[in-house]
């Protein structure tokens, strides 16, 4: 009986050990080339499976223009090269992240910015990193940022005008395990573990002599 017992309880320590794993948790890196990267096609949910979604991005063809270090880079749907504050390029993330870079591609005298968010819509502002160069750029210069749960990224313009244009390349991140939230299905199952755990205990100890 004492092994049965000791049986069940390695089971519900493994369930609860599942439920509390549920987010990947590591260093992602995307530079938007490689296989389905199409000119003018937006990323939309492209690279969802590494936890990242994109509104107003799409992908744009450089090969090497403005000193971009790969083929393509990620431009604005609506605003093109020039998304400024009221329509910005988002990234929103599917688990927290704790870190964030990414390269501003022929960033000028409109600067480059990135704010980062604690909610994937609305939320605080909880960190933001920003450039700017002299005149129509022809440089790439990295933003970066860290901060506790990050669920959206921004970025725009933050200077009025349309003198130059500025596309983003090589993004990194760091998704933290301390910011994932247990799924509602990996709770149940862990409560349903130890429930029957519970529910046998006291079978067995109702059955011990007195």
């Known amino acids: 009986m004492e092994l049965k017992l000791n049986r069940i309880a390695a089971a519900g ?18 530079n938007f080339d490689g296989a389905g990267a199409v000119a003018g096609a937006a990323i939309g949910s492209f690279y ?49 992240i704790s870190s964030f870079s990414l390269d501003a591609i022929n960033a000028g005298s409109l600067g480059a910015r990135i704010d980062a968010y604690d909610a994937e819509i609305g939320g605080n502002l909880i960190a933001t990193d920003d450039f700017f160069g002299v005149g129509a ?31 983003f390349d090589n993004i990194t991140f760091n998704v933290s395990p301390a910011g994932t939230v247990p799924e509602p299905a990996s709770w149940a199952l862990a409560g349903l573990a130890l429930a029957g755990l519970a529910a046998t205990r006291r079978r067995v100890a109702q059955r011990q002599p007195k």
Request: aromatic fraction near 10%.
């Open 13 to 30: 320590a493994l369930l609860l050990g599942i439920a509390s794993q549920t987010a990947f948790a590591g260093v992602v890196f995307i």
């Open 137 to 167: 750029g022809g440089t790439v210069d990295m933003l970066s940022l860290t901060g506790s749960n990050i669920r959206r990224i921004a970025f725009y313009q933050p200077n009025a005008g349309q003198s130059e244009g500025v596309g």
């Open 48 to 96: 969802s499976a590494q936890g990242v979604t994109f509104t107003n991005a799409q992908w744009n063809l450089r090969n090497g223009d403005f000193g971009s270090s790969s083929p393509f880079i990620a431009i604005g749907i609506t605003s093109s090269f020039n998304p400024k504050a009221n329509s910005p390029i988002v990234m929103t993330f599917s688990s927290a």
